[in-house]
């Protein structure tokens, strides 16, 4: 049998799967890089009150801890697992390379995190029940498996981008997958924003110090905390550039968004600019402002970054050899992973997928339409919405009135032979790149209503053509008998 | 179904692992698993069971009733976090070696799981609510304020313990995967439909709660009975209450367990009468057997054991649902999970069980051995040389484990 590793695939035409995979990401990494920031500053402040005794720190830690707890560390511990869920049904293939190559790093990641979730409790609940010295070695605890969990990811997050070195692909092997040029970068550049993050977050919590001598001191520190941290990572960020592969800055010079560029700048602006004034005039900083700012980075800096890099890694959604599409585009013989684009160049798409519907393997008159939907699902929603909202909408891509003969000849001849190099290859026969032709056309005109019309039109005949056949089989049937 | 059938189903399951294959055996990633689950399973019936006893307290004018309520919101604030984390685990597993069926069973389902995350982001937050509109009040006997914000919490998290419930019941069903993707010969690509579910096993592993949280309460007041402000009248009452449900709750679990082995499908064959199905329905009404003998009276020692032998029976619980899971999969479909490819890599085989025990084994020794000495302590508790000894231990630790993970990087990178 030549059936290839694809699943069913989930349409979701409001804004497309991708784009929900990436709201919730960006939503967990404000979350997590908050809290594991602020793991980081609760190991300092409960040192220094150790060191110092000073009741004031820990009761800052304790009120910044509890608001921490229901808002990061809820939504951050569900939205986690959620990337998982969301990115399984969005590109199962995708995490599944993942976590068969990383499963094991995960569950390490795991055993940090369970040590973060009680270590949090304790951190907010001790205070004030157990001494200084254990709430502060309870911190420093926290921290360190706070950021355990930050490096472990950042490993796994570059080699979606690409693996850490060439080598993985010849000799496969995890060490090689994991560690590269780019996984460093990575994960200095996240560790300043999540200072960043941490100081903007964190003022949200000192707007409410009321004695004002403590409040300067903490915005100070703050503020010192969040210019560097800004800094470092902006000069983080243009490291990181030169590490990516060729083709994913070709895209992102190409394909982003205009605003891209000028948002990023702004945000980095805005945001030295805040920790300045608060520095110079703590009484300015008030928690609808700082919570402005984290609203703020969030939209123009965050969502930004995160479509970024959904975009750059196209045509591939893992490890350079899983195509967006979840068809495996190349041989990774350490792995004793093999192309699939072979046994669909030999059997065609709706042949290879183990999902076909039996009516829609071979191609007829009849359900053309159909089963150039199906494709259009497998292949291209990923990437492209067949609706009308979304990522890239495919009828932007087709000028309006083209005829079924131009698509046809465009799939066969760009998209078959993978000339684009942000698109996949994406084998088809002929008979299945003329079907796939017939639904672009007939959606760039009348968009799903259209589709849908001619589909139950199609259901119905062969339904009707069915009842047909049966009757007359009994006809048959009945004659026989007579004779 | 015709042999031919099962063999196309075969097919497709086998077509659709993961070519990357898997790091270590596969046995491995089950049993852990199949652990994992089980304390998963724990704190999500405590975190069910204490938010009931807290919602009874809220409707209930009894004054220890109240004190109890107040006392076990505090448990399933944590339980939540708990469950959360723990439940990554076997979500982690089941997509090493379940791959094809889970994911299929997500993706056929795709709204559902997204809905998921928010309604469990939605429960915990108004449990959150409930929790802060009164904990601040010193009367812990007044009527509770917003009592609403605990029922939404509840019928919140029990519509996320269905939409897992659904997923988990959808891959043993690969026969029928084909026909919810293309639904009487329309393809839905929508994933708007939960397909699949058995009330009956749903209702079972919801209904562990009450035996589970009695469990809570009976080791509740052992443990506070130790503190120099012990109220035993209450401490009592609590202890009280929680033999009941172990009692009552076990009974009930057990018919729902029967009734649950009496509804499997055709492809499960004769489980429901091999030794693990039997086992499992045994080991629930054990519990209440157990807990008649062992917990009357103070039962100092036993009142500790309630706990750890509700996990026990979890446990027990957890490998018959994976037998079960095993016999309808390989047994009719035949997928043999034990045939998964295998890259062997030891690194990471080895350092997460490294990690595992010594990162995980010294801190939490420390972190449970301050909790638990903090909750009996009244006042300001500070820890005796030997534990402070401890903290520092696991301090090191993490942090030779920080150097290891830099150390093996650079190397690597430079090679
Ligand atoms: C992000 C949080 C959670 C994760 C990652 C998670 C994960 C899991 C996993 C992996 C399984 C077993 C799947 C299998 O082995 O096939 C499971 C089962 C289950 N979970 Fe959760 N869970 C979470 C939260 C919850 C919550 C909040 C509840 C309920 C209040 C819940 C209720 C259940 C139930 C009832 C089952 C058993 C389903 C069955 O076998 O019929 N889970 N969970």
């Not at chain 1, 080598?167 to 090689?176: M, P, S």
């Not at chain 1, 000339?419 to 003329?434: H, L, Q, S, V």
């Not at chain 2, 009931?52 to 939540?80: E, T």
């Not at chain 2, 909790?371 to 534990?387: C, E, H, I, L, M």
Request: hydrophobic share 50%; aromatic share 14%.
């Amino acid at each position: 049998m030549d059936l290839i590793s694809l699943y069913p695939t989930w349409y979701e035409p409001t804004v497309g799967s991708g784009w929900v995979v990436a709201l919730i990401a960006t939503f967990h990494v404000l979350a997590s890089h908050t809290s594991v920031g602020a793991a980081l500053l609760f190991a300092y402040l409960s040192h220094k009150a150790y060191r110092e005794d000073r009741d004031d720190l820990l009761d800052f830690i304790k009120k910044y801890g509890l608001f921490l707890m229901v808002f990061t560390y809820v939504a951050g511990s569900i939205t986690g697992p959620g990337i998982w869920y969301s990115t399984t049904v969005a590109s199962p293939n995708g995490i599944g390379a993942l976590i068969h190559s990383f499963v094991w790093k995960w569950a390490t990641e795991w055993v940090f995190f369970v040590i973060e979730v009680v270590g949090v409790y304790m951190i907010v609940y001790l205070v004030g029940r157990v001494d200084k010295r254990t709430h502060m070695k309870i911190s420093v605890i926290f921290g360190v498996a706070s950021l355990a969990t930050m490096v472990i990811i950042v490993g796994i997050l570059s080699f979606m981008m690409m693996p850490g070195k060439e080598v993985w692909f010849e000799e496969g092997g995890y060490l090689n997958g994991f560690y590269g040029t780019n996984t460093f970068i990575q994960t200095g550049m996240r560790m300043a924003f999540m200072f960043t993050m941490t100081a903007v977050v964190g003022g949200i919590v000192v707007a409410s110090i009321k004695d004002p001598a403590f409040k300067k001191e903490m915005t100070r520190k703050l503020g010192w905390l969040g210019i560097i941290a800004t800094l470092t990572g902006a000069a983080m960020f243009q490291w990181y550039l030169t590490s990516v592969p060729d083709q994913a800055l070709l895209v992102m010079e190409n394909r982003l968004p205009e605003y891209f560029q000028t948002s990023i700048i702004a945000v980095l602006a805005g945001t030295l600019a805040y920790f300045i004034i608060t520095m110079l005039r703590p009484q300015t900083l008030v928690q609808g402002f700082a919570g402005f700012m984290a609203v703020t980075i969030l939209v123009a800096g965050l969502w930004p970054e995160e479509t970024a890099r959904e975009s750059m890694r196209k045509p591939w959604v893992a490890g350079q050899y899983v195509y967006s599409n979840q068809v495996i585009g190349r041989d990774v013989p350490g792995m004793g992973i093999e192309s699939q684009l072979p046994i669909i160049e030999k059997v065609g798409i709706l042949q290879a997928h183990p999902f076909t519907p039996d009516h829609l393997r071979e191609l007829n008159n009849g359900n053309q339409i159909q089963a150039g939907e199906f494709i259009a699902m497998t292949y291209c929603s990923n990437c492209h919405s067949p609706s009308e909202t979304g990522i890239r909408p495919l009828h932007r891509y087709f000028p309006e009135g083209v005829t079924q003969e131009r698509v046809a000849d465009y799939v066969k001849g760009v998209l078959t032979t993978g000339n684009i190099a942000y698109m996949p290859k994406m084998p088809m026969r002929d008979d299945e790149a003329e079907a796939l032709a017939a639904y672009l056309v007939l959606n760039n005109k009348g968009g799903q209503p259209a589709v849908t019309a001619a589909i139950d039109l199609e259901i119905e005949q062969r339904e009707r053509a069915l009842v047909e056949k049966n009757a007359q089989d009994k006809i048959a049937a009945i004659e026989m008998e007579g004779k | 179904m015709d042999a031919q059938q099962i063999a196309q189903v075969t097919d497709m399951m086998y077509a659709l692992r993961n070519p990357a294959g898997l790091p270590t055996y596969p046995i491995i990633f089950v049993a852990l698993g199949v652990l994992t689950f089980a304390m998963h399973i724990l704190f999500v019936q405590l975190l069910l069971g204490t938010s009931l006893v807290a919602l009874y307290a809220a409707y209930n004018n009894h004054p220890l009733w109240r004190r109890l309520g107040a006392a076990m919101i505090d448990v399933a604030k944590v339980s939540v976090s708990v469950a959360i984390v723990i439940g990554v685990a076997p979500l982690l597993f089941v997509q090493v070696v379940y791959d094809p069926q889970w994911y299929t069973s997500n993706v056929l389902s795709a709204d559902w799981v997204i809905s998921f995350i928010i309604l469990l982001i939605l429960a915990y937050w108004a449990m959150y609510y409930f929790y802060f509109q009164n904990y601040k009040r010193e009367d812990k006997t007044a009527q509770p304020k917003s009592r609403w914000s605990l029922i939404v919490s509840m019928a919140l998290m029990l519509v996320v313990g269905f939409i897992m419930h659904s997923l988990t019941t959808q891959m043993l069903h690969p026969e029928l995967w084909q026909s919810w993707y293309s639904n009487q010969g329309k393809l839905d690509f929508s994933g708007s439909q939960l397909h699949a579910y058995n009330p009956w096993r749903f209702a079972f592993f919801i209904s562990m709660a009450i035996p589970v949280t009695g469990a809570m309460l009976v080791t509740y007041r052992r443990f506070k009975s130790v503190r120099s402000d012990a109220d035993h009248t209450y401490l009592n009452f609590a202890a009280e209450v929680g033999k009941k449900w172990i009692l009552v709750g076990s009974i009930i679990s057990f018919v729902l367990y029967v009734a649950w082995m009496a509804s499997l499908p055709e492809t499960a064959g004769n489980f429901a009468t091999s030794f693990w199905g039997i086992l499992g329905g045994l080991g629930v009404i054990g519990y209440a057997l157990w807990a008649q003998i062992r917990l009357r009276g103070e039962a100092k020692f036993c009142s500790y054991m309630a706990l750890p032998m509700a996990l026990v029976i979890g446990l027990i619980v957890a490998t018959s649902r994976e037998v079960l899971r095993y016999d309808i999969l390989n047994g009719f479909f035949n997928y043999n999970f034990f045939d998964y490819k295998i890259v062997m890599d030891w690194y990471s085989t080895g350092l997460f069980f490294l990690t595992f025990a010594l990162v995980g084994g010294s801190v939490l020794a420390y972190f449970l051995t301050i909790a638990w000495k903090a909750g009996q302590t009244v006042g300001v508790y500070t820890p005796s040389a030997t534990v402070n000894k401890m903290g520092t231990v696991a301090i090191w630790i993490m942090v030779l484990w920080m150097i290891q993970f830099f150390a093996v990087g650079f190397y690597i990178w430079a090679k």
